[in-house]
């Protein structure tokens, strides 16, 4: 089955990027019908280094149905201003295993006004089940679509070193005071 969003978002291309990789916007993007809770030690971090990550999948945020792998990458040869995130994991365990083949690929570039132009795209397969899992996983992505114009405009990113450098910077102007 092929799943597609194509969405303007109301941020730029560097905090829509942020956000991708960010574990708590997955879980805002995603309630109330599931969360995750880590599996690794440390719980889930600020943001998803490449590679594999287990996690439990919830119901409403509270009844377990499951382990998930994500495995992430960003793969190479795009065009240039493009940036994307795949997730090549799957659900280990419960309901969500009925799916043989996971990939979800997660693209952003620039628009012309600043704005950012996501693209989405799952690919899974459930054999005999495609054809039941279909709407629901298609429903659940138009979920996901509009929770992430919601949140859009909150998103902002500050490269590396740039805020603590703004707060180290006011707290000398205090301190010199």
Do not use: I, N
């Not at 109330?32 to 287990?54: A, K, N, Q």
């Not at 899992?133 to 996901?144: D, E, G, K, N, V």
């Amino acid at each position: 089955m092929r799943v597609l969003l194509k969405l303007t978002l109301d941020c730029t291309p560097d905090a829509a990027w942020r956000a991708l990789r960010s574990p708590a916007v997955l879980r805002e993007v995603v309630a109330p019908w599931l969360d995750f809770d880590s599996l690794e030690p440390g719980g889930l971090p600020t943001v998803w280094p490449e590679g594999p990550h287990r996690l439990r999948v919830l119901a409403f945020r509270r009844y377990p149905m499951g382990e998930e792998r994500v495995d992430l990458s960003s793969p190479g040869g795009l065009p240039a201003g493009v940036r994307m995130l795949r997730d090549a994991g799957g659900a280990e365990t419960g309901p969500f295993a009925a799916f043989d083949e996971w990939d979800h690929r997660m693209a952003v570039s620039a628009l012309p006004d600043g704005r950012t132009l996501y693209r989405d795209q799952l690919l899974a397969t459930a054999g005999v089940a495609d054809a039941l899992l279909w709407y629901p996983t298609w429903a659940f992505w138009q979920w996901r679509g509009m929770q992430l114009r919601r949140l859009a405009p909150s998103w902002r990113y500050d490269p590396p070193g740039t805020a603590d450098a703004a707060v180290a910077a006011d707290d000398v102007t205090r301190g010199a005071a």
